[in-house]
């Protein structure tokens, strides 16, 4: 479990990029923050891994003050999947994912064994294992990214971004596989993401962010889109889109269901 406990950042130039933010993340669930950018949701990530030190409040794991941890050995111990992989682009694929094993003391061959697993795990085929990254495709590299995470097996995987830097259509094949391989290993996983569909795709739980890092709601991805707190959140979530106004009608005996423009999207089962 992950706690947020009255978080604030003040950065050196005064600037507020977090004030009095409160959440719980549950082990093995999935949560979400999403908002506009600068709402400080890479911010509140980057505490749990002590990238960034808040200013006010403290973070926890598992009840624990992530400050009376070494910086180094939480680093280690985390997953950090990043926009582009974040992938090191002078070591072979298999070399980024047996990298942080063999730094934790795993024998190498037993680091580079584990990595072709998880490589195949994550859905890459063997044959790119000795490729440099450049040498792969966008949504390849992410998933190398998502590989190297995992390959310490941590508890907890922090996300940032991860698929924003591919095409839809692969994006929407690495939510599919994120959520194939969640059902698998139940990491306690924050994401933070701008796109409100990836959130209520992978999420079980939602934060909506405002500027300043307040929390504009939380909850289910269906409380959110069912009841949004504010106009704030109903602008944000999309809530009057128009692929999101379902209306059943009765057509020639069935009920269709169309969008807010009126087209058909599906039939209700009966
Ligand atoms: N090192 C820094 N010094 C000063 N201000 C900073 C620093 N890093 C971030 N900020 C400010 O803190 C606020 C939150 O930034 P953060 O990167 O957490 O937002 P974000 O929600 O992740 O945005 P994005 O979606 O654009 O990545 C922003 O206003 C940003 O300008």
Do not use: W
């Not at 400080?40 to 409040?57: A, F």
């Not at 950090?80 to 003391?105: E, F, I, S």
């Not at 792969?136 to 995987?157: C, K, M």
């Not at 500027?211 to 979530?237: M, S």
């Amino acid at each position: 479990m992950i706690e947020f406990r009255e978080i604030g950042k003040r950065y050196p130039d005064d600037s507020v990029a977090v004030a009095g933010f409160n959440l719980v993340v549950p082990s093995h669930r999935t949560v979400a923050l999403v908002g506009s950018s600068g709402s400080g949701k890479t911010t509140l990530l980057r505490m749990v891994n002590r990238m960034i030190d808040p200013t006010e409040g403290a973070v926890l794991i598992d009840g624990r003050d992530v400050r009376q941890l070494d910086p180094v050995q939480l680093r280690r111990s985390i997953g950090y999947v990043l926009q582009a992989g974040g992938l090191l682009p002078h070591r072979t694929v298999l070399d980024n994912v047996a990298t942080v094993p063999v730094l934790q003391g795993v024998r190498r061959r037993d680091a580079c064994r584990d990595a072709y697993e998880l490589l195949e795990r994550v859905g890459l085929s063997a044959s790119l294992a000795l490729r440099y990254p450049s040498q792969l495709s966008g949504g390849q590299q992410q998933r190398v990214g998502v590989a190297r995470a995992l390959a310490a097996n941590p508890n907890i995987l922090l996300m940032d971004e991860p698929f924003g830097a591919v095409d839809p259509i692969v994006r929407r094949e690495l939510q599919d596989e994120m959520l194939r391989l969640q059902a698998e290993l139940g990491k306690t996983i924050v994401l933070v993401t701008h796109d409100i569909d990836e959130a209520f795709r992978l999420a079980d739980e939602v934060v909506v962010l405002r500027q300043g890092g307040g929390i504009a709601q939380v909850g289910t991805p269906t409380e959110i889109l069912a009841a949004p707190a504010d106009d704030f959140v109903r602008e944000f979530v999309g809530a009057d889109r128009a692929d999101r106004t379902l209306v059943a009608r009765d057509v020639a005996g069935r009920r269709v269901v169309v969008d807010g423009e009126g087209r058909p999207v599906g039939v209700l089962a009966l």
